[in-house]
């Protein structure tokens, strides 16, 4: 399974950004994408996760009401739309995929067993 992210990049308090990621590869057991973003010196923290057919998303507290993920089963990608972006969403972004028997709650690390490589965005 591979994970590619695109669209990160800079923009000022108050913009928006979409960040999108391509899955490929053995995606037929994937369950649950999500974004995740890691700030240095921070563990890697879950903010978004939906269902592979749309049926249910998750969010974190800190993002909820700003961000809205999706997917695109046709393209097989996974898309974050950040409204009303704050210095503090500041961080890398990363998207994960789960994997056949993966367990944990929606937005834990420990649900998901493939990663992208990441991308940057800055917030200023």
């Known amino acids: 399974v591979q994970l590619v992210e695109s669209g990160g990049g800079s923009v000022q308090a108050g913009g928006s950004l979409t960040l999108s990621c391509g899955v490929s590869?053995?995606?037929?057991?994937?369950?649950?994408l999500g974004w995740f973003r890691q700030v240095p010196g921070k563990e890697r923290e879950g903010i978004a996760s939906?269902?592979?057919?749309?049926?249910?998303?998750y969010y974190d507290n800190s993002v909820e009401g700003r961000f809205t993920i999706s997917t695109d089963t046709a393209k097989n990608t996974v898309s974050l739309q950040m409204n009303s972006l704050k210095p503090e969403d500041t961080a890398v972004y990363y998207c994960?995929?789960?994997?056949?028997?993966?367990?944990?709650?929606?937005?834990?690390?420990?649900?998901?067993?493939?990663w992208g490589q990441g991308t940057q965005v800055t917030v200023s």
């Open positions: 994960a995929a789960d994997a056949p028997l993966s367990t944990g709650a929606p937005l834990s690390i420990k649900r998901f067993a493939f």
């Open positions: 590869g053995s995606t037929y057991s994937m369950t649950l």
């Open positions: 939906i269902y592979i057919d749309g049926r249910q998303a």
